[in-house]
């Protein structure tokens, strides 16, 4: 075998050594499941993002979410921009091990890239949607553009 | 137009005056949309399971969570087995329309099929996952079988 084939920490020992709990995960045919960012202290749910193999044994190496953004297709490290990242406090998975459950600390108490506590600002009221969460930061002094 | 050719309740006028909020849904392009289910006096995560749009139609007309089951490929009215409904409170949508949170109040106390009070009763801990959370109801007791 070549091993410059393949990234060290896929190396087959490396594997075996670590990675039996990743194989557990029912990753879906595009090798992503949704994960599912719940505040710890408020158990308020702050977000859905997907997450691929590399971005969840990343979470938990680092202790710091990682996403995979479907529309940049590559890793999205959360507040890498923002400064919102969220500290991970625990991981679980589902009984059908097919959608993960973050418990995190969320900086700056705003996880949504709208700028308010969490995605889940609006609410069905009367067959419409109403904006129901304030902004707490605008975008532009979230991302200074 | 030949009228048989639609169900009444997709019928233009109909759509017309109830399913704006509906339309607003990014339904991905299976038509569905992952749905969280969360308790709504503990703030809780129970579960996760997919809608489509007859799905979230109904169960906001009648008041309990009513999913798409991909595996059985029809409407699933939770708690037709068990007798563990889900009784809505309210109904949100993130920020890209592409995921509903549902607040319920659990009929048993029970969401998980396994018997848990929720699908999420398994932790990362040491590069395992372990059950935390205990069997409230055996699966003989809920389902008589």
Chains 1, 2 share one sequence.
């Not at 749910?45 to 940049?72: D, H, K």
């Not at 108490?109 to 707490?136: K, M, Q, Y």
């Amino acid at each position: 075998m070549n091993a410059t084939a393949k990234p060290a920490d896929e190396s087959a020992a490396g594997k075996a050594a670590t990675d039996a709990w990743l194989d557990e995960i029912a990753w879906d045919e595009r090798g992503l499941v949704p994960a599912i960012a719940q505040e710890a202290f408020t158990n308020r749910v702050l977000m859905v993002a997907w997450m691929n193999r590399e971005a969840l044994r990343e979470t938990v190496t680092t202790g710091q979410a990682v996403y995979w953004s479907r529309s940049r297709k590559r890793l999205w490290r959360k507040g890498e921009e923002s400064g919102h990242q969220q500290r991970l406090r625990e991981v679980r998975v589902d009984c059908d091990a097919d959608v993960v459950l973050l418990k995190v600390d969320q900086v700056g108490g705003i996880a949504c890239h709208t700028g308010r506590h969490n995605c889940f600002f609006r609410r069905l009221e009367d067959g419409r949607w109403v904006e129901i969460d304030p902004v707490l930061k605008s975008a532009s002094e979230i991302y200074g553009k």
